[in-house]
């Protein structure tokens, strides 16, 4: 069996599709689809899309993007979601947090340090209630890393990680897996591919981030979680192995970050 650990199944370019989307992942052996939210907007959306799908559950948190717009009450809001969340089996993490210095708009002064305030009270959230953090990385490494240091979370994933070969030992050392899914199967991502490649197999977990991040064979259309074996296939081939030997590896490891994952899988 697979496990997708970032995929926004309630995402608007699925629509009244998500639940076909999620039972066709099902029979193509995805066993379970991670569904963080990103805004307060969709704390309930994403919990109860996860209530409707059997191989689906959720995380709750604030993506960086949406950081902009939002008001210090929503972080409140977040905690009071997460204690309440607490007893549902299909509530699971923290996410997806984190830090965005891509996106021009977000690298402003005031801006980035919103950031790093919000995702430092995600972070303690998660630390609060011993749970796993999804964090979005993108040219943000070594500012995760430090504010991680720091806060300590228990566990989690460093999601569509491409950072360099030191960043991503560092995140192993403090127990956390790295992400990889569509973009290790192009050529050209070069970078990708050789960590994807080289790195420890029991430090990476698989993901689908759809509908973004399609990979090669359906790009540039719309991503879609059924596509992940096919995704595990590809990085059986960079790793020169079998792909049951990803599958298997991959659903450890999705175990391994994301605890409350074992529980559910075991019902």
């Known amino acids: 069996m697979w496990i997708d650990t970032h995929c926004h199944l309630d995402a ?7 639940l076909d989307i999620a039972q066709r992942a099902g029979e193509a052996g995805v066993a ?3 569904i963080p939210a990103v805004d307060r907007s969709d704390f309930g959306t994403v919990a109860e899309l996860s209530a409707a799908a059997p191989n689906a559950c959720y995380a709750l948190g604030i993506h960086p993007i949406f950081v902009p717009n939002a008001q ?4 409140a809001v977040l905690r009071a979601a997460v204690e309440a969340a607490l007893g549902d089996p299909r509530f699971v993490g923290i996410g997806e947090i984190g830090l965005d210095f891509f996106i021009p708009m977000l690298c402003t002064p005031e801006m980035r340090d919103k950031q790093e305030r919000f995702f430092r009270e995600q972070l303690r959230i998660a630390r ?9 990385v993108r040219r943000s490494q070594d500012q995760v890393l430090k504010h991680v240091r720091q806060m300590r979370p228990p566990s989690g994933i460093a999601h569509a990680f491409n950072g360099s070969f030191q960043q991503a030992q560092n995140f192993i050392d403090l127990g956390f897996h790295l ?14 591919r050789r960590l994807a490649g080289d790195l420890p197999l029991a430090a990476i977990v698989l993901e689908t981030d ?10 540039p259309g719309r991503n879609s979680p059924d596509q992940l074996p096919a995704i595990g296939a590809a990085l059986a081939e960079l790793r020169g192995i079998a792909a049951p030997e990803i599958r298997a590896a991959s659903y450890r490891n999705a175990l391994a970050a994301i605890p409350r994952l074992s529980r559910l899988l075991s019902t």
């Open 210 to 219: 759809a509908p973004d991040i399609a990979p090669a064979w359906i790009h």
């Open 32 to 34: 379970m689809i991670v």
């Open 128 to 136: 609060d209630f011993d749970l796993p953090v999804l964090m979005h």
């Open 12 to 18: 608007a370019e699925f629509g009244a599709q998500a």
């Open 72 to 75: 210090d009450e929503d972080l």
């Open 179 to 192: 992400g990889f899914g569509g973009a290790m199967t192009f050529t050209r991502a070069l970078q990708i």
